[in-house]
């Protein structure tokens, strides 16, 4: 029975790799379920059935999650996938022996079961999904606009007061910005999350403008707590635009994440073809196995969050790779959290030219 | 006393009340606020924002009934919250009030509760 079972892993997960991206990381926990349950001496009582169904729903729950939050997968493609392995799994299985009927439905039962399983908890994902987003959207687009519109009523109620009135129209460019941002972030997350790369125009700069002028404007916002390091001129061809949004959420989190008494840095750094750009804080560290599921499509965590919404690491990782580049973090209790981002500095060739 | 973490909302707020002649302290969170009053910084009004890091404005509410239950029988706390939320929000403080209804009617609780 093992000697079986060790087949029908490697070879089933190779047929299975070629079609299928859903069942990958479980598939070997799950066939060793299956061959539990097809094991002759092992007799199928009651405690085993309802164990097997428990755990065919463990799997199947864990991967629908996953799934739903990668990208706009739907739900055919979730059940053609299940089908696709039915498929192989008898195909594996009739070269080896015959199979009896019971082995057959049992089979075909714990497949139903998990396709039953992962469907429901699909659907129930991208609803909470959607739930969520919708949540987060309104409330943090509400906060910019009505400090704006405050701004903007005052400003109707001042009388001979220009400085005043000019120090609350800025204000409202100000947040008017924050809006736009936030817009633009939610239309990025659309995009990636139906499987599309981002394509914004290159323009050459230099990226002491960039981290000066964010500082900038950081600073106001977060009361004198960042500062820029940087040595060099480091130009290139990038788009600044996105590339501030991506400085704005990683200053964001180091803010809200890190410790609240200690400074936030931006240093920038080059080597002969990349152009190194880091966003470091102290306090909190991140650990190892956290670190990939932050840049995921939607991390829960931030949910609730006043800064920003779920979305903001997953557009920043979208628009660093749509520049061809790098982004990931490390983080130690001595030297706190450094969020890393390593641009190419020569995107010259990737400009089309009309 | 305006407790708010929106540094924006704060500065808002001052030039809007200061204008009507009325002198203002700021909190970032209700901390900060309970900070203020043990300084003997009392306030005769405080505006109160619902979500606020470290003590939100409905913590922030207990805190300041347990800590100084006269101070609290005497100043009027008005809670701002977001439009879902006002119905659904409990509070001991004075009034719960929508943050978002327009200068007038926050400068008229002003007005009601200073009497």
């Avoid at chain 1, 405050?150 to 800025?170: F, G, R």
């Avoid at chain 1, 960042?226 to 180091?254: D, F, M, P, Y």
């Avoid at chain 1, 641009?343 to 089309?352: A, D, E, F, G, R």
């Avoid at chain 2, 659904?88 to 719960?96: D, F, G, H, L, P």
Wanted: charged residues 25%; contains cysteine; hydrophobic residues 40%.
């Amino acid at each position: 029975m093992i000697l079986w079972q060790k087949r029908a892993e490697k070879e089933v997960f190779q047929k299975n790799h070629e079609t299928s991206l859903v069942l990958q990381d479980s598939l070997p926990e799950y066939l060793h379920q299956m061959a539990m349950a097809l094991s002759p001496n092992l007799g199928r009582s009651k405690m085993r059935k309802r164990n097997d169904t428990l755990n065919s729903h463990r799997i199947g729950k864990k991967h629908a999650d996953e799934r739903s939050q990668f990208t706009e997968y739907s739900i055919d493609q979730l059940i053609f996938e299940f089908h696709i392995l039915r498929q192989i799994i008898f195909q594996v299985l009739e070269k080896e022996t015959e199979i009896s009927q019971v082995a057959r439905d049992i089979i075909l039962n714990s497949i139903e079961n998990l396709v039953n399983v992962a469907a429901t908890e699909f659907s129930e994902s991208a609803r909470n999904l959607q739930e969520h987003l919708s949540v987060t959207i309104t409330h943090d687009l509400r906060s910019p606009m009505n400090t704006a519109k405050m701004a903007a009523e005052i400003i109707v109620q001042q009388k001979d007061k220009p400085e005043t009135i000019k120090k609350l129209a800025y204000q409202i460019i100000d947040n008017m910005g924050r809006i736009d941002h936030m817009v633009q972030d939610l239309l990025d997350f659309s995009r990636l999350r139906s499987g599309k790369r981002l394509d914004y125009p290159l323009k050459p700069f230099d990226l002491n403008e960039l981290t000066a002028e964010a500082c900038n404007d950081l600073n106001i916002l977060y009361e004198n707590r960042v500062r820029v390091i940087s040595k060099s001129a480091v130009t290139g061809h990038w788009n600044k635009q996105s590339l501030w949004r991506v400085l704005e959420n990683l200053v964001a989190n180091a803010i809200k994440y890190g410790a609240q008494d200690k400074e936030v840095t931006i240093k920038l750094e080059k080597n002969k073809t990349k152009a190194i750009l880091s966003v470091h804080n102290f306090g909190k560290i991140i650990p190892q196995n956290q670190k990939a599921a932050l840049f995921k499509k939607y991390n829960r965590k931030e949910v609730n969050s006043k800064v920003g919404w779920g979305i903001g690491l997953s557009v920043v990782k979208g628009i660093v790779e749509s520049h061809h580049g790098k982004i990931w973090i490390e983080s130690t209790k001595a030297k706190g959290t450094t969020f890393f981002v390593e641009l190419p500095t020569n995107l010259k060739k990737h400009i089309i030219k009309n | 006393m305006v407790v708010d973490d929106s540094k924006d909302m704060r500065a808002l707020m001052r030039v809007l009340l200061e204008s009507e002649g009325y002198e203002i302290d700021e909190a970032a969170d209700g901390r900060q606020a309970l900070d203020n009053i043990a300084k003997k910084y009392i306030p005769d009004l405080i505006f109160l924002d619902h979500n606020m890091p470290v003590m939100n404005g409905p913590e922030f509410v207990t805190a300041f009934e347990k800590e100084y239950p006269k101070l609290f029988s005497q100043v009027p706390v008005i809670l701002l919250t977001g439009l879902d939320s006002k119905d659904i929000v409990r509070s001991q403080a004075t009034e719960i009030v929508n943050k978002n209804q327009g200068i007038q009617q926050l400068l008229q609780l002003v007005a009601k509760h200073l009497k």
